[in-house]
Every structure is written in C-alpha cells, then in structure tokens.
C-alpha cells in the first residue's frame, strides 16, 4: 500500500524529444507528489510537485499530470536537452510525516 | 541562502564499528529527514526529526538512529556496522510545518559509506 511504482527503469530520448516517466501509488492519503532529478555524486534536486487538487502543472519544460481516480501521475519533459540526462524519481507523500516514499527511478538519457 | 550540508563527505569503516553522520539543514528549516540510498533498494526513508523531536521512523533496524540538537543541525548514528550498511546516506531539510512549502524537502548531497 505505500509503494510508489516507476517506470521505464529506463528511457533514452532523442534530443528536442518528450521524455515521459509514469507512476502509480496505491495509498489515497498520499496529498504530495514531487519529482526528483539526481546526477551522478550528487544528491536528489527538487524538480516539480503536485498536489491531488490539481490535474496539471507546468515550470519551464517540465510538467506533471496527475491523475486522480486513476492514481497515476506523469512527468513529462518537452524539448528534452543532453543536460537533462540523469536519474529521475517520483514520489509521495502524505500529510506532515516527512517520509517520501521514492519510485524505484528511471535512467534518461538524451542522445543529442 | 547555503543548502543543505552534510559531512564527512566519504567515510570507510570496517565490520562492527559505529559511525556518525552529520546534517545542516538549510536556515530556518525545522525538519531534517535521513534516507539510505542503494542501487538494490532505492531511497529508503529511515527517519525524521522535528524540534529536537523523532516525528516519524521507517523500518530500519534499531543499531541505526539519530537526534536532533536545538539548531536544527541533525547526526544519524549507525552501531555495529554491517557490510550491508554500505550506501549513500542523504539529509534532506524542509519547514516541517506551515505555509503552502512546508513538505518541500532539499537534499543534501550525502555521505557515501562503505563498510569493509
């Protein structure tokens, strides 16, 4: 029940491509859903984040859809860059606990 | 504003020895948050300290834990040390309460324990 899952493990995009990472959760508490990118010898970066209130949000190139009744959100990152190669991870939420349950992450890398 | 710090930045100890990690939160960040990081297991939330207070715990055993001092800065602690203990270990700090942001949470860039 509190198993966030992701995929593709992995995804490689042409550059100018969308790059498209799917997630599924089980648990209806879970009310915050962010998204992660880490690089290599570095620790996770704050992308995006959602709350079930809301179906969509977009910041620059990058934008989560969400989807309620099927509990399933999506990033999706429009023009994909060779510099957005990385490992990026979904996750969830619920109320003030401070416990991010992570996606298992996928591998993007953009072929340019 | 500084981000999130952690330090040592690499550490390498053998079987059966304790190890203690330490955590900056960024200013004015209540909550400071430890998750283990494993190519096998993914990012793993271990525990998470608010006010000098444990709010929440994962399912690590007890030879791994933590305390939080008045400043918010945060040290995990691991006893007995297992080679399976080996990892990525990452603070992240958020308000922890209030506002729109409060669950936000910023990474540090982590500590790479490997036990021998």
């Known amino acids: 029940q509190q198993q966030v899952k992701q995929s593709p493990q992995s995804l490689i995009v042409q550059k100018g491509g969308i790059s498209i990472i799917n997630c599924a959760y089980e648990?209806?508490?879970?009310?915050?859903f962010p998204w992660y990118q880490q690089f290599p010898g570095k620790g996770p970066a704050l992308l995006i984040a959602?709350?079930?209130?809301?179906s969509e949000k977009k910041e620059g190139r990058f934008t989560i859809s969400f989807n309620k009744s099927a509990k399933q959100f999506s990033l999706h990152i429009m023009d994909s860059q060779p510099g957005d190669s990385a490992t990026y991870f979904c996750?969830?939420?619920?109320?003030?606990?401070?416990?991010?349950?992570f996606g298992q992450g996928t591998t993007l890398q953009v072929k340019p | 504003k500084a981000g999130v710090t952690q330090t040592p930045r690499y550490l390498i100890k053998t079987r059966g020895q304790q190890v203690t990690l330490s955590c900056s939160p960024i200013?004015?960040?209540?909550?400071v948050s430890w998750y283990q990081q494993t190519p096998g297991q993914g990012l793993q939330f271990l525990f998470e300290?608010?006010?000098?207070?444990?709010?929440n715990k994962g399912n690590f055993p007890g030879r791994f834990s933590g305390r939080q001092f008045s400043n918010s800065r945060s040290e995990m602690n691991v006893s007995t040390l297992e080679l399976g203990d080996s990892a990525l270990y990452l603070c992240?700090?958020?308000?922890?309460?209030?506002?729109?942001?409060?669950?936000?949470?910023?990474f540090g860039p982590g500590t790479r324990l490997t036990v021998l």
């Open positions: 996750a969830a939420q619920w109320g003030n606990t401070g416990k991010l349950i």
């Open positions: 992240a700090s958020s308000l922890g309460r209030g506002g729109s942001s409060y669950n936000e949470q910023f």
């Open positions: 200013s004015g960040h209540r909550s």
């Open positions: 300290y608010f006010s000098e207070t444990q709010r």
């Open positions: 959602i709350r079930p209130d809301v």
């Open positions: 648990n209806t508490a879970f009310d915050y």
